[in-house]
């Protein structure tokens, strides 16, 4: 299957910030819905929010990669965060349904292992809700395994139950 030509690369926050803002509120707005629908409960992120939140990502411990189709359309994101000293955490993974199935996920997420290394990560971490099962079979693929809830993690105690947690420790 020949995958369409984008390029993963950090956002540029200062001029892409309101489609980059677009994306993660459309991606919030999607899991607060399928999170509804799954399991009746409501998401601990507000999607209105995500536009607000940009900032956390413009730091030196931290980048948001978006995967931008030749017609300029971003298809997809992904972030990740230190969450203390040689330990990352992936956020914020979203391809758009129109990408999905064309490899554009596996695209971010190997991005987003680069950039976890340049920030020194040996451990990375993240979170993904119960119904992303593709998701989870994709991380699984990159050597990530289910682990108990971690701290920094911005699920809420009451609803990790419906979240899986994952590390990948990268040894050398």
Do not use: C, N
């Amino acid at each position: 299957m020949s995958h369409p030509v984008l390029t993963v690369r950090p956002a540029a926050l200062r001029t892409e910030a309101d489609a980059v803002g677009d994306l993660l509120v459309e991606y919030m707005t999607w899991a607060t819905g399928q999170l509804r629908a799954t399991f009746g409960v409501d998401s601990p992120t507000d999607p209105s929010a995500m536009r607000a939140g940009l900032a956390e990502y413009a730091t030196p411990a931290s980048v948001l990669l978006v995967a931008v189709a030749e017609s300029g359309e971003l298809a997809g994101t992904g972030a990740v965060r230190t969450l203390e000293p040689g330990v990352a955490e992936i956020k914020r993974m979203y391809v758009r349904p129109a990408w999905r199935g064309q490899g554009v996920g596996s695209r971010l997420l190997d991005g987003l292992l680069d950039q976890a290394a340049r920030l020194d990560a040996s451990t990375i971490r993240l979170d993904t809700a119960r119904f992303m099962a593709d998701a989870q079979g994709m991380y699984q693929s990159r050597g990530f395994v289910r682990r108990d809830p971690y701290p920094g993690t911005e699920i809420p105690p009451h609803l990790q139950q419906y979240w899986y947690f994952f590390e990948r420790t990268v040894t050398g």
